[in-house]
């Protein structure tokens, strides 16, 4: 007999009931059916629902065989369970069911020709959805979505892309279909599995896709015309995804990571570790059965935000974890072990952990949230954030993490602060409209004698979208120009041999103050 009970435990992972309802069971066998289908959980009987005070049970014995027999007879398979009486410093007693996570997933409660799985949303047990009770059925046959067959055979795709960066990466070959097998992307009959669809040339499975956007502003609508660059990238092989999510982050930063010789410059906007590491995560981690759904890339001014599809394995919210001590549960095993073959990512878990520690020298840190539907991770932009030497006092009990998830209310302006910055935002709007009238009358002048009229046009449209603040490259201006990629670089070519343009690194352009 335990005498004492943790009553702080998380809210996700217990219920209180002032007393065993044995006519409507399914108020809380609902609960277990979540419990044993999620991280399982504890429901508490004699204890009062809103305070959690200890109030006892009239007859505990009676009670705990009416449990068990409901169990036994209402959920099925049979779950994982402990009785426990708990006295807690009184004369009566409260019980304690603990129940255990599967292994014989998924848990129904089952009666009166009714069969539903549930699970754990929040502190609520709520009936699993077809994509949730579809997972719980492959946990229990310990099998992963991409490792399913698919209909397609080895000779519908191809695998040309992994192969060369399998062999430029281990300086082996692959051996086909042998090693396709053994990897999980082909079974013994040649049928494809989804694995083998996402990291095929083809990526012929549709759901696969990234859908990036440079926003103008830190938030999306704020501005006329704020979407300065956006790209959907699909049909390609998973590593080809990611390498153009990669350049994306890198091509729309101001200042970028650069490569010299065999090391990558980390003094830029965004770490080239951490995007790679939030960008694998986003790929290898995300919900394959939710169609019509996406990868999203959504750089602001000052962060960048990567959201996947599918929130954490275990049903747990992201936010009310340890960032350190994150379990790593991979929900595509195929995939995440190709990647980690070909070194994108490692099998320690320790992602997080390097992510944070990129930002160690600011007062921003990344912010991780998850619900059942999404994974969202935001990376503060290193160029506009708060060097931690100038970081404002924190009570001394905080800890990192606290920091790291500072919440919205937490980073409120003040009044004061809110009206300088209208104040400054009013005076720039006049400064650009000057730029404006200037850039129209003085600088359009300098390109009269080279371009026609319409071309002229375009390029203050150009400059009125990006102004001096924001890059550009040369599919942005071949789009709003409505021209070839090659036309576009004619132009920027001429513009920057007449001083108006500036060429930075690798394609990416801005305007240059005169």
């Not at 200890?54 to 959920?75: C, F, H, M, N, V």
């Not at 006295?87 to 069911?97: P, R």
Request: charged letters at 25%.
């Amino acid at each position: 007999m335990r005498w004492s009970v943790n009553r702080d435990i998380e809210a996700t992972r217990c219920e209180y009931k002032l007393s065993l309802e044995s006519e409507k069971p399914k108020s809380w066998l609902k609960s277990v059916s979540a419990f044993a289908n999620g991280k399982g959980g504890h429901i508490l009987f004699g204890y009062t629902d809103d305070t959690h005070k200890p109030k006892g049970l009239l007859d505990a014995q009676t009670t705990a065989s009416k449990i068990a027999e409901l169990i036994g007879g209402r959920i099925s398979p049979a779950p994982r369970y402990e009785l426990e009486a708990i006295k807690d410093g009184m004369d009566s007693v409260c019980i304690d069911l603990d129940i255990k996570s599967g292994p014989a997933y998924p848990y129904y409660y089952v009666h009166e020709g009714t069969k539903e799985a549930f699970v754990r949303h929040g502190d609520q047990s709520v009936k699993a959805t077809d994509i949730e009770l579809n997972n719980l059925i492959l946990k229990g046959q310990n099998r992963t979505f991409d490792s399913l067959p698919t209909s397609k055979k080895i000779s519908d795709v191809s695998f040309t892309f992994l192969c060369a960066t399998f062999k430029n990466v281990t300086g082996d070959d692959l051996i086909l279909p042998r090693d396709l097998i053994s990897m999980g992307l082909l079974n013994e009959e040649g049928q494809v599995t989804n694995a083998g669809l996402l990291l095929s040339d083809q990526g012929a499975l549709k759901q696969s896709k990234i859908v990036c956007t440079r926003w103008k502003g830190r938030t999306k609508g704020a501005v006329d015309g704020d979407a300065l660059d956006d790209q959907e990238y699909s049909d390609s092989c998973l590593i080809t995804l990611l390498n153009n999510a990669e350049s994306f982050v890198r091509n729309n930063s101001r200042k970028p990571w650069t490569i010299r010789g065999m090391h990558r410059e980390e003094n830029s906007d965004y770490p080239f570790r951490a995007v790679r590491e939030v960008l694998v995560n986003a790929l290898i981690h995300r919900d394959y059965q939710i169609v019509g759904t996406e990868v999203h890339v959504d750089i602001f001014d000052d962060r960048l935000e990567i959201v996947s599809p599918g929130g954490m394995m275990n049903g747990s919210r992201i936010q009310d974890l340890d960032l350190r001590h994150v379990p790593s549960i991979r929900r595509n095993e195929v995939v995440s072990d190709v990647f980690s073959r070909l070194h994108f990512m490692e099998r320690r878990g320790s992602g997080i952990g390097r992510i944070l520690n990129s930002y160690s020298g600011f007062c921003e840190q990344p912010v991780f949230e998850s619900n059942e539907f999404f994974f969202t991770v935001s990376l503060p932009n290193r160029g506009v954030a708060t060097p931690a030497q100038m970081e404002l006092p924190l009570d001394k009990n905080t800890t990192f993490e606290e920091k790291a998830q500072l919440s919205p209310e937490k980073t409120q302006l003040s009044p004061e602060k809110t009206q300088l910055l209208d104040a400054e935002r009013q005076f720039s709007s006049v400064t650009e409209d000057w730029e404006l009238k200037y850039f129209h009358d003085v600088i359009v002048k300098k390109l009269e004698e080279i371009f026609r009229g319409r071309t002229l046009v375009k390029i203050e449209e150009l400059f009125a979208r990006y102004r001096y603040t924001y890059s550009f490259n040369r599919s942005n201006v071949a789009e709003l120009f409505g021209v070839t990629e090659n036309r576009a670089s004619g132009i920027l070519k001429t513009c920057v041999d007449k001083g108006i343009i500036i060429k930075h690194k690798n394609g990416v352009y801005y305007f240059v103050k005169q």
